[in-house]
C-alpha cells in the first residue's frame, strides 16, 4: 500500500493555518461536511506540515492504543512549547514523559484529591459569598480567579496572598493571549515586535517568581509536604531514593504546565455550564435540587454535559516517528494525527440530538467509550481529571444551593472564541444571579461522592 494523505481543502496553507489558530470549530466542521471523517489539513509552524484528523471512535482507540514510541504526543503538541517549556509533562516523549507522569500522578491520585476538596470547598465559599446578586455576572473572569486560587494553593500551598498576587496577573496574561501569539516560540524573530516582547517579558518575570518560589521552599522545605511542589522537591529523598532530583529548570516548566492547565480549562468548563443551566430552567431546577440533596453524581454529568456540547480542548495531537497505517490510511513519518474531540463531541450517531443539553446521557450508559474525551486519553490522559471533575461539582454546588441563574436581556446563545488554544465563551458567558432563600438548603446534607478518575 503506498502512502498517501486524506482529501482535504486546497486552500494556501497560510490561509489554512490562520483559520486553523483562530476559527478552529467552524473550519473543522465545515471540512468534516465536506470530506467525511477522515481529511487533511496542511499547516505552517509551530503546527503541523501534514495534520490528519479523525473523529470515529474506533479510529480514536487506534491513536490512543497506539505505542508511545510510534506516536510522540509533545512533538505533536509544539505550539505549547513557546509558554509551557521543553520540559512540560505535555511536551515530552517516551523516557522523558513516562518519568515525568509518575513523579506527577501520586498528587492527583484519588487519596490526595480527598485532601484536597476541604480547600477547594473553603476557596469556592469564599469567592461565592463575594459575588453580588441582581447584576449580571462574568462568569468566565470569575471562574478563572476561582480556579487560579485553587490551583496556586495545592500546587504551592501557597497561603501568603501578597505572593498569589505577584504571580496571579503574570498567569493571566498567558492565558489570554491571541493563538497568533503561539507564533513567537516558533519564529524568534516575532519577539522583538511589541506584542510578543510584551509576552515574552511576562514568561521571564512569571520564570523569574518561580525560580524564586523553588529557591525559597528548597532552603525551607515544607513540612507538610501536601502541595504538589513539596512532593517535587522531595524526589530523590523518599522511598525511591533512585530517582533523580529534578532540576530548577525541570520544576519550573511543570510549575507552569499545571498553574496554565490546572485551571484554564475547568474555568472554561464551568462557564459554558452557567451558560447552559441559565439558558435551560428545567436542567437547571433538577441540578438545584441535586446541590441541596448532595447527588454528585447528577452534578457531575452536567458539569461532563458542558464539557461535551462546548468542548474546551478541540484536540489531542501525535506525530507518527514512521510509517504507520490508521483508519485504513497509510500515512508517512513526520505526519501528525489529531483526534478531534470536537468532532468527536458532535457526532449524532454517537451523541443523539448532539445541540441538546442533557447531562441525563451520562447517567444512562449511552455514552459509549472513545466518544467523550474531554481529558484526551490512553497513556497521555490528563492526569488532572479526576480533580478537574472533583472541583467542578464543589463549584456546581456551591453556586446552585445559593443561586439561581437566567441570562442577561437579549443573550440567547454564547459564540466561541480561542484564547490561546481553549474555546471559551466569546461574552464571558454573563450570567444574572438571583438570590436563592437560604432555608432552601439542608443543614447537613448527605454527600454522595461520585468515584474520582484518575
Request: proline share 7%; net charge neutral; glycine share 8%.
Amino acid at each position: 500500500m503506498s502512502t498517501a494523505y486524506p482529501p482535504g481543502p486546497r486552500l494556501p496553507r497560510l490561509l489554512q493555518t490562520l483559520m486553523y489558530a483562530t476559527a478552529r470549530p467552524r473550519l473543522l466542521t465545515t471540512m468534516s461536511a465536506r470530506y467525511g471523517d477522515v481529511f487533511s489539513l496542511r499547516l505552517l509552524p509551530p503546527y503541523a506540515e501534514h495534520l490528519v484528523v479523525f473523529s470515529r471512535p474506533e479510529h480514536i482507540r487506534e491513536v490512543y492504543a497506539g505505542d508511545p514510541a510510534d506516536m510522540h504526543a509533545g512533538e505533536g503538541n509544539r505550539v505549547l512549547g513557546a509558554v509551557m517549556g521543553e520540559h512540560s509533562v505535555l511536551l515530552t516523549d517516551e523516557a522523558e514523559h513516562a518519568r515525568a507522569r509518575r513523579l506527577l500522578m501520586p498528587a492527583f491520585a484519588a487519596s490526595a484529591l480527598r485532601g484536597y476538596r476541604g480547600l477547594v470547598e473553603q476557596i469556592t465559599a469564599d469567592h461565592v459569598e463575594s459575588w453580588p446578586p441582581g447584576t449580571a455576572l462574568h462568569t468566565l473572569d470569575r471562574m478563572n480567579d476561582l480556579t487560579l486560587e485553587v490551583i496556586m494553593r495545592v500546587v504551592f500551598g501557597v497561603s501568603d496572598p501578597r505572593r498569589r498576587e505577584l504571580l496571579a496577573p503574570r498567569l493571566r496574561r498567558i492565558v489570554n493571549i491571541n493563538p497568533i501569539m503561539l507564533f513567537g516560540g516558533i519564529w524568534p524573530r516575532l519577539q522583538t515586535l511589541g506584542p510578543w516582547q510584551r509576552m515574552r517579558e511576562n514568561q521571564d518575570a512569571l520564570s523569574a517568581l518561580l525560580y524564586e518560589e523553588i529557591a525559597r521552599r528548597r532552603a525551607a522545605p515544607d513540612s507538610d509536604g501536601a502541595d504538589v511542589l513539596s512532593r517535587l522537591l522531595a524526589v530523590g529523598s523518599g522511598e525511591d531514593a533512585t530517582d533523580v532530583p529534578l532540576s530548577d529548570a525541570e520544576l519550573r516548566d511543570q510549575l507552569v504546565t499545571l498553574l496554565l492547565a490546572g485551571h484554564e480549562t475547568t474555568a472554561s468548563a464551568l462557564s459554558w455550564a452557567f451558560h447552559e443551566l441559565a439558558a435551560d430552567p428545567t436542567v437547571q431546577d433538577r441540578a438545584h435540587r441535586a446541590a441541596l440533596e448532595g447527588d454528585e453524581k447528577y452534578l457531575e454529568a452536567v458539569l461532563k454535559e458542558s464539557m461535551r456540547r462546548r468542548t474546551v480542548i478541540g484536540g489531542a495531537g501525535r506525530k507518527l516517528t514512521r510509517e504507520m497505517t490508521i483508519g485504513g490510511w497509510r500515512l508517512p513519518g513526520g505526519t501528525v494525527v489529531s483526534t478531534s474531540i470536537l468532532l468527536a463531541h458532535r457526532n449524532p450517531d454517537r451523541h443523539p440530538d448532539p445541540e441538546r443539553f442533557s447531562p441525563d446521557r451520562f447517567l444512562d450508559g449511552s455514552v459509549a467509550p472513545n466518544t467523550w474525551l474531554p481529558f484526551g486519553g490512553g497513556v497521555r490522559r490528563c492526569i488532572g481529571a479526576g480533580f478537574s471533575l472533583m472541583e467542578g461539582t464543589v463549584v456546581l454546588r456551591e453556586v446552585l444551593s445559593r443561586y439561581a441563574l437566567s441570562l442577561p436581556p437579549g443573550v440567547h446563545d454564547e459564540r466561541v472564541r480561542i484564547r490561546n488554544i481553549t474555546h471559551v465563551p466569546a461574552g464571558g458567558a454573563q450570567v444574572v444571579l438571583t438570590a436563592r432563600p437560604r432555608d432552601d438548603a439542608p443543614s447537613d446534607p448527605v454527600r454522595e461522592v461520585s468515584p474520582t478518575h484518575t
